[in-house]
């Protein structure tokens, strides 16, 4: 594995505009916060973050190849590429075994499961873009850590982050509900409800005025209130 940057503070990215900024060094990511950029080399060849620009991204840690959860989830993963192709969304896998860790890993799963994992997985046998993206601190030296899944939008911003112990598998369905969830309060610049599920209304934001506040006949409806269609 290898980064174009010698290390951790040199990974992290300029701000692409105002609404976002890069944290300090060693710092943990948060949502708003540009991914840090990196270049690996990963199952389909050498690879750089920000060539996926321009679209959806959720890039996801496993602790280890050959392990019974990542096992299940890869497999359904794999098996819903189609679904966050569908959604203009790339999938990244990092994990700290080799690259031929990963080949075998993989030639497992296709051979036991008959399903082809295509997406790219990224060696980080060095921990340094675990580190980088916060996902193990400078201290450890336990990958069992590196469980993380960050949703990253077409410009490079991290919009959401989940976390998950290595003994409970993640579930694909949230992972695609928070994705339609990002995009479809971009286009309508609305809010999405507990719950919420792709075709059900969105909430619109609570106005500012406090003369709307002060005339709603509805004591709620100055602030909960659906948005309409979505686009």
């Not at 579930?171 to 309508?188: F, K």
């Amino acid at each position: 594995m290898y980064m174009t940057c010698n290390d951790r503070v040199k990974c992290y990215t300029d701000a692409m505009n105002d609404h976002t900024h890069t944290p300090p060094p060693c710092a943990g990511l948060r949502i708003g916060d540009v991914a840090p950029d990196f270049e690996a080399r990963s199952t389909i060849g050498p690879i750089r973050l920000s060539n996926f620009r321009k679209r959806w991204l959720v890039l996801f840690s496993h602790p280890a190849d050959f392990t019974p959860v990542c096992t299940t989830e890869f497999v359904a993963l794999a098996s819903e590429a189609a679904a966050f192709e569908k959604r203009d969304c790339a999938l990244m896998a990092l994990s700290v075994d080799s690259l031929f860790s990963h080949f075998a890993w993989l030639r497992m799963i296709r051979d036991r499961f008959g399903i082809e994992v295509r997406f790219p997985i990224v060696e980080d046998p060095t921990l340094v873009i675990g580190r980088a993206f916060g996902m193990v601190s400078a201290q450890d030296s336990d990958s069992a850590t590196v469980r993380t899944t960050f949703f990253i939008d077409p410009r490079g911003v991290i919009r959401a982050m989940t976390c998950y112990p290595a003994n409970l598998g993640r579930s694909v369905p949230e992972m695609l509900r928070i994705l339609d969830g990002l995009q479809a309060i971009d286009a309508n610049a609305a809010l999405a409800p507990a719950n919420w599920q792709p075709g059900e209304p969105l909430l619109s934001p609570p106005t500012n005025d406090l003369d709307e506040v002060f005339a709603a006949e509805d004591p709620t409806s100055w602030f909960l209130r659906n948005s309409g269609e979505q686009r």
